[in-house]
């Protein structure tokens, strides 16, 4: 004789088994479980990534006043004269390149630290 709770609740494990494999939770009803949670979450995605823009720009700034500390103002800017009577390629990299207030006072403080 076979108890019929232990066949229904066998039933109940196979089922409860067959969920999970197939990659769902059991939650009790009336309870606030991850399906909510995850429905109610606002995904955050920017349209352009500003973090890595910035850090880009400050990296190449850095070179830039590292660049201008080294040779010094004047051979910097011989250079950047040089380079902006080339092609329109050139001529945007020695847009990019000219000295400015703040690539000069970064140079200047890298001055102080290593020389």
């Known amino acids: 004789m076979t108890d019929r709770n232990l066949r229904e609740f066998e039933t109940r494990l196979h089922r409860i ?7 769902g939770a059991f939650e009790a009803s009336g309870t606030l479980g991850r399906a909510y ?12 990534p500003l973090r890595a823009s910035a850090m880009i720009l400050c990296g190449a700034l ?12 004047e051979a910097y800017e011989d250079k950047v004269a040089t380079l902006a009577e080339g092609g329109s390629v050139q001529m945007a990299a020695a847009w990019v390149l000219k000295t400015d207030p703040i690539t000069r006072d ?10």
């Not at 088994?17 to 990659?23: F, L, T």
């Not at 850095?62 to 103002?73: H, W």
């Open 17 to 23: 088994e067959q969920i999970h494999q197939a990659g």
């Open 37 to 48: 949670f995850d429905s109610v979450r606002a995904k955050q995605r920017r349209s352009f």
């Open 62 to 73: 850095l070179l830039k006043a590292g660049v201008l500390a080294q040779i010094g103002t």
């Open 106 to 115: 970064i140079a200047g403080a890298i001055r102080r630290m290593i020389f």
